[in-house]
């Protein structure tokens, strides 16, 4: 069975829902509810991992719980046994604050216990901050992908900070919140055609518009198969981007090299083994933006990663490297090992890569460079001055 494209990517269900019962009924709760248990176990399955915040859990005065995060860790406890045996870690990254600990309903202590207790959980804390904003900073920091469901403000905020870093937004139209609030608002948003891909986009140039329209469930879809587009959805999404830094003036003495470095190990490695979708913008693509220049800081921008090549030592290149650097994007520095640059790549751990030797002995080197660096924190540290 082929491995799903959800394999190891990183899931953040937020919402909440409306504290007036007339706006959200006991009955569409119930079937938020559902729907979020099922999603959670249908993404186990096809071994997705998860970003969930750790926090109180306000009620309404009937009593039903607000917000979903907790029913999301019972799910994922409850269904461990659903995991494949080989999906990369860490399962969950639980997301904090310095005073979480004491905040945890009583009802869902032992669950916290036995899953902090757990190697599958990484816990991140936001600082000292007690601050939404500070802990959604944070969560969208670790998360690939954003799916709401209600909510209000938060989730716009939330939403803002995934698009902002070129990262998948799908809202869900479910009758838990004002129709003009959170998740509701952002669908109504995608509605307008021109408006869904800035959302999330599809793969291979797929429909975003046509699965917008999918996910707006009638009534009489049962929860089973709203869960069921739902991941199909999930699975099209366009992959995180890696975007490419390279030569690609043809005529240049060391374009064939570059190529072939390119075709043999940065390619098949991005895409075949780390799950990316290698973006080398050359003018033959179809354009998004009206300019080049736009084109390329614009995806740039939003990258999840960058792969720069300096081989040949082109202004532009120099340019682009500087910019991923300044954006604190995870960026691994390369170049042939027998050309002549004026950029010292040792100062930031670049590789020297070889033209000779198998294609897998080079694949290998650059596979171990890029595990060792790519987690290196950014060359200015910007953190606020209070900590």
């Not at 799903?4 to 937020?14: K, V, W």
């Not at 959980?121 to 209600?150: C, F, H, P």
């Not at 709203?226 to 830094?245: G, Q």
Request: aromatic share 8%; proline share 6%; with cysteine.
């Amino acid at each position: 069975m082929p491995r799903s494209p959800l394999f190891g990517r990183r899931i953040h269900i937020s919402g909440s829902i409306a504290d007036d019962p007339a706006i959200a009924t006991p009955e569409s709760v119930a079937v938020a509810r559902q729907l979020v248990s099922g999603l959670v176990r249908s993404l186990m399955k096809l071994g997705a991992n998860f970003v969930v915040p750790v926090d109180a859990e306000p009620k309404r005065d009937d009593g039903l719980e607000r917000c979903f995060d907790w029913l999301v860790w019972q799910t994922i406890k409850d269904s461990l046994a659903l995991r494949p045996a080989n999906a990369p870690g860490p399962l969950a990254v639980a997301v904090q604050h310095h005073k979480s600990e004491d905040q945890i309903p009583a009802e869902h202590v032992a669950l916290w216990d036995e899953m902090r207790a757990s190697p599958l959980v990484r816990i991140e804390n936001a600082a000292q901050w007690n601050m939404n904003s500070k802990r959604m900073e944070a969560q969208a920091r670790y998360g690939d992908v954003l799916v709401t469901l209600g909510g209000t403000e938060g989730v716009l905020y939330l939403a803002n900070l995934y698009h902002a870093a070129g990262k998948p937004v799908v809202p869900l139209d479910l009758p838990i919140t004002g129709e003009h609030d959170g998740s509701r608002k952002l669908y109504a948003f995608g509605m307008a055609s021109g408006n869904t891909r800035r959302l999330f986009q599809i793969a291979d140039g797929g429909n975003a518009h046509a699965w917008i329209n999918r996910i707006r469930f009638p009534a009489r879809r049962t929860v089973d198969e709203r869960v069921s587009t739902i991941v199909d959805l999930l699975e099209a999404l366009e992959r995180p981007a890696a975007f490419a830094v390279r030569l690609l003036a043809e005529d240049h003495d060391e374009f064939a090299a570059v190529q072939t470095f390119f075709d043999t190990v940065v390619q098949p490695v991005m895409e075949n083994e780390f799950g990316y979708r290698l973006n080398v913008i050359d003018g033959r693509q179809a354009y998004d933006h009206a300019r080049i220049d736009q084109e390329i800081f614009a995806k740039l921008h939003r990258s999840t990663v960058v792969v720069a090549d300096i081989t040949g030592s082109r202004p532009n290149c120099f340019l682009e490297l500087g910019y991923a650097l300044g954006r604190c994007l995870p960026t691994i520095v390369t170049a042939r090992a027998e050309s002549s640059t004026p950029f010292d790549i040792t100062t930031v751990a670049g590789l020297h890569w070889k033209t000779d030797g198998t294609a897998e002995d080079r694949r290998r080197a650059f596979r171990e460079h890029w595990n060792a660096v790519r987690n290196r924190p950014p060359l200015v540290n910007v953190e606020g001055l209070i900590p």
